[in-house]
C-alpha cells in the first residue's frame, strides 16, 4: 500500500473532543479525536510505552491525548511524548519519546488520513452532503469494488431503484477516475429489464482507482439529479471493509416514483452481503477495472522516471 | 521528584541485571513474553477447597493437570482424565502411573511441572501472611482470568503507575506529594517496594474501610515468584487497613492466565464492611487490567523493531523481563537448579506486619 494515499476513515460527525475513535488503514491501527479548536489528530493506536491502545485513554483539555494505562501524553500533530504524570517533573524528553503521527485532512464531512504525515494535503471537496452513515463488511476491500462495479444491489440499496445488469457505457477511465453508468429501473411493476427498450434512470458510478472512494450519480432520462453520493471503503483490520457514506437527495424530483424516494432513508449502505449471490456474481465491469488500474499505474511509473 | 535506589543481588556471580546499561537495555527489549516456559516449578493449580472426588481439569502451558481427591482426601495430579480409558502416552512430567508430583499448602494445590525427581517442597514460595494448612472462608477466594499471557500481567502487577490510571476508581489516582520505588531480586525473585507520600485515599477504603481523611500514606510491596508465575501484593496504608493479596498467574496457555486469588481480610475488623468488599474488588480491578493487557498480548507476540520506551517508573518491569529471559536462558541451557531458596519466611522483605 503506497504511503502518500489519502483514506476516508471516518465521517466528521464521529470525531469528538470527547471520546478518542479508533479505525484502521489496513493492519495500521489509527486513533483520531478533536483538539477543542476543532482540529482532528491521527496518531498511531498503540502507545510507544507499553503498546496498550491509545483510543483507550482520554483527551485533556489541552488537546493532548493520555495513555489510559500509565497517562503518558502526546502532542496530537508532532505524536511527540509532553508528560508522564507519575514523574512529576517539568523535563522535556527525547525526540524519540514519540507516538507516530499521520496526516489529517478533513472536507466535505470526511476525515481523511495519510500514513505518510508529511504528504501534501489533498483538495478540499466542497460541502458536506447532509445524509450520512457507517457499515463495516466482512469483505475485502479490493472484493467490495469489484462487487460495486459487477452489482451494486449486494452492496447498496436505492429507495424505490432497481439495478439492471445493462450498462449505458462499460467501466472507462476519466480524468484519472474509473467511471462507468448503469441502467436503472424503478421498483414498480414492468417489462422485465432484458426485455427493455428504454430505462428511466441511470447510476453513473465515478470510482478513484486505488482507494476505492465512489461518487454516485442517479439521474432521470431526462438528466434531472436525483441523489448523489459518495461511498468511502476503506480497507481495515481482518480484510473488513470500512464504508463511510455521505448522500443528498436533490430537492426537485419530477415523478411519482421519484418523489417517493423522499419517505424513509433514500441510500442504505449493506451491513451483511449475501455470499451466496456473491460467489456466483459474474465478474465483467471489475475484470475491466483490473486492466485499466494496470493502465493507470504504468502511465504513473512513466511520470515519474520523466520527473 | 521521583528517586530510585537499587540493591542488587549481592551472592549470584552471575547476575542478569548487570552493571552494564547497554547489554541490560537489550535484554529488556528482546522482551517476547509469549515464549517463555519455565519448568521445575510448583504452579498453584487450584484452591483447595474447588477440588474433590471428581476431578477437575487444570493446565500450564496446555500441559493438563486433572486433580481429584482420592479416598484418603489426598489429592492426586494426573495427565490424563481417569475415565479415558485410550489416554495415548504420557509426557516427561509424571511418573509411571501418568501422575505429577503435587502439595497443598497455603489453601492451594500446587501442581509441579518439570522432572518430577526434582520436585521439593521447599521450591513453594513463601506466603506469609496465608495461613499454611489453608482454611480462609470462601469469601475471601475468588477465580478470575486475564485474556494475556502471564508474564504481561506479572509485568503489569509490578507496575504500580497503572494503578493510578486504570484503577483510580478504586485505589486512588496519581495525585501525591512524592513517590520512591526500591526494587529488589535475586535469581527467583522480583521485589518492588512503592511508598507514596500524602497520597489520595482509596476510594474503596473511603467508602466501605471508614477512612475520613483524603490522604494517606501507602507502601505497596509486590513480590514475585518468578518460576511458578505467582505474586505476592502487600499494602500498607495509614490510615487504612493493610492489604493481604496472593496473585498467582498460571499460564494456562501461552495467550491466558488463570488467577486463583486469596485476599486475606482476617486482619479487617469484622464490623468492617471492607473486610467483605475488598476480596472483591478484584473482580473490577482485574477487568480494568485486562482492557489494557489483553490488547496488548498479541502485540508482544512477535519479535518487535520498535522498542518499547521507558520511564525511570518502569524500573521494576524492566528487571522482571530481564530474570524471567534470564531463567528462561538457563533452563535452555539445562540448568533447572535453584540457586536461592523461595520457601524461607519473605517477612522482613516485604516488611510484613503481622496481625
Ligand atoms: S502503555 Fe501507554 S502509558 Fe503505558
Ligand atoms: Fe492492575
Keep these: 500500500m503506497s504511503e502518500a494515499i489519502w483514506w476516508a476513515v471516518a465521517r466528521s460527525e464521529e470525531i469528538s473532543a470527547e471520546k478518542p475513535f479508533n479505525v484502521d488503514i489496513g493492519d495500521q491501527p489509527i486513533v483520531l479525536w478533536r483538539e477543542t479548536d476543532g482540529t482532528v489528530r491521527a496518531l498511531e493506536d498503540r502507545c510507544p510505552h507499553r503498546r496498550a491502545p491509545l483510543s483507550l485513554g482520554c483527551i485533556l483539555g489541552s488537546g493532548a491525548i493520555q495513555c489510559g494505562y500509565h497517562g503518558w501524553t502526546f502532542d496530537g500533530e508532532s505524536g511527540q511524548l509532553v508528560d508522564i504524570p507519575n514523574l512529576k517533573s517539568e523535563r522535556k524528553y527525547p525526540p524519540v519519546y514519540k507516538a507516530k503521527p499521520f496526516g489529517v485532512h478533513e472536507s466535505a464531512g470526511f476525515v481523511r488520513i495519510c500514513l505518510d504525515a508529511k504528504a501534501p494535503p489533498p483538495a478540499d471537496d466542497g460541502y458536506a452532503l447532509p445524509l450520512s452513515g457507517t457499515s463495516t463488511v466482512a469483505l475485502e476491500h479490493g472484493q467490495y469494488i469489484a462487487a460495486l462495479f459487477d452489482d451494486p444491489s449486494l452492496l447498496i440499496s436505492i429507495k424505490g431503484v432497481r439495478f439492471s445488469p445493462y450498462l449505458l457505457a462499460e467501466l472507462c477511465e ?7 453508468e448503469r441502467s436503472c429501473q424503478w421498483a414498480s411493476p414492468h417489462w422485465p429489464a432484458p426485455f427493455t427498450s428504454d430505462f428511466p434512470i441511470s447510476l453513473r458510478i465515478a470510482t478513484d482507482p486505488v482507494t476505492g472512494e465512489s461518487d454516485l450519480t442517479l439521474r432521470d432520462d431526462e438528466f434531472n439529479l436525483l441523489l448523489q453520493a459518495t461511498l468511502a471503503p476503506v480497507p481495515g483490520a481482518r480484510q473488513v471493509t470500512q464504508v463511510r457514506w455521505r448522500a443528498m437527495l436533490s430537492p426537485e424530483r419530477p415523478g411519482l416514483a421519484a418523489k417517493a424516494m423522499g419517505l424513509g432513508a433514500p441510500l442504505r449502505v449493506h451491513d451483511h452481503i449475501d455470499g451466496a449471490a456473491l460467489r456466483v456474481l459474474k465478474p465483467s465491469a471489475s475484470i475491466h477495472a483490473d486492466d485499466l488500474r494496470e493502465k493507470i499505474a504504468a502511465r504513473t511509473d512513466q511520470q515519474d522516471e520523466v520527473a | 521528584m521521583l528517586e530510585i535506589s537499587d540493591n542488587p543481588a549481592t551472592s549470584a556471580n552471575d547476575d542478569p541485571i548487570t552493571s552494564d546499561p547497554r547489554q541490560f537495555s537489550a535484554k529488556v527489549n528482546a522482551w517476547m513474553p509469549h515464549e517463555i516456559m519455565l519448568t521445575d516449578a510448583w504452579f498453584p493449580l487450584a484452591h483447595s477447597f474447588a477440588v474433590d472426588k471428581k476431578p477437575v481439569r487444570r493446565a500450564v502451558y496446555s500441559q493438563p493437570f486433572y ?44 501442581g509441579w511441572l518439570g522432572t518430577p525427581e526434582n520436585a521439593a517442597p521447599e521450591h513453594v514460595p513463601s506466603i506469609p501472611y496465608l495461613p499454611e494448612d489453608g482454611g480462609l472462608p470462601l ?105 493481604q493479596l496472593f496473585h498467582p498467574c498460571v499460564p494456562e496457555t501461552r495467550d491466558r492466565t488463570r488467577l486463583d486469588y486469596a485476599m486475606n481480610t482476617s486482619n479487617v475488623k469484622k464490623s468492617n464492611l471492607f473486610r467483605y468488599i475488598m476480596p472483591k474488588a478484584s473482580y473490577k480491578v482485574s477487568r480494568q487490567d485486562s482492557s489494557m493487557t489483553s490488547p496488548q498480548s498479541p502485540r508482544y507476540m512477535r519479535p518487535e523493531k520498535r522498542k518499547d520506551l521507558h520511564s525511570p517508573l518502569d524500573e521494576a518491569g524492566q528487571k522482571y523481563r530481564v530474570l524471567m529471559t534470564a531463567l528462561a536462558e538457563r533452563q535452555a541451557r539445562g540448568d533447572f537448579a535453584y540457586r536461592d531458596d523461595v520457601s524461607a519466611d519473605c517477612s522482613d522483605i516485604i516488611g510484613y506486619e503481622k496481625a
Design chain 2, 67 to 110: 486433580l481429584w481427591r482420592g479416598s484418603d482426601g489426598q489429592v492426586i495430579a494426573a495427565e490424563n482424565h481417569p475415565n479415558d480409558t485410550l489416554a495415548g502416552a504420557k509426557s516427561e512430567y509424571t511418573d509411571e502411573s501418568g501422575h505429577y508430583p503435587v502439595l497443598e499448602k497455603y489453601g492451594y494445590v500446587w
Design chain 1, 174 to 180: 476519466q480524468e484519472g477516475q474509473l467511471v462507468m
Design chain 2, 139 to 243: 469469601h475471601m477466594l475468588g477465580t478470575v482470568r486475564f485474556d494475556c499471557c502471564a508474564p504481561l500481567s506479572l509485568e503489569n502487577l509490578i507496575d504500580l503507575t497503572h494503578a493510578d490510571f486504570i484503577h483510580a476508581d478504586v485505589v486512588g489516582d496519581e495525585k501525591m506529594d512524592s513517590e520512591t520505588v526500591e526494587v529488589f531480586h535475586d535469581s527467583e525473585t522480583i521485589t518492588m517496594v512503592r511508598t507514596c507520600v500524602n497520597k489520595s485515599v482509596a476510594p474503596i477504603m473511603k467508602m466501605f474501610g471508614g477512612v475520613r481523611d483524603d490522604v494517606q500514606q501507602v507502601r505497596q510491596v509486590i513480590r514475585i515468584y518468578l518460576r511458578s508465575h505467582a505474586a505476592i501484593a502487600y499494602g500498607r496504608f495509614s490510615p487504612g487497613d493493610n492489604v
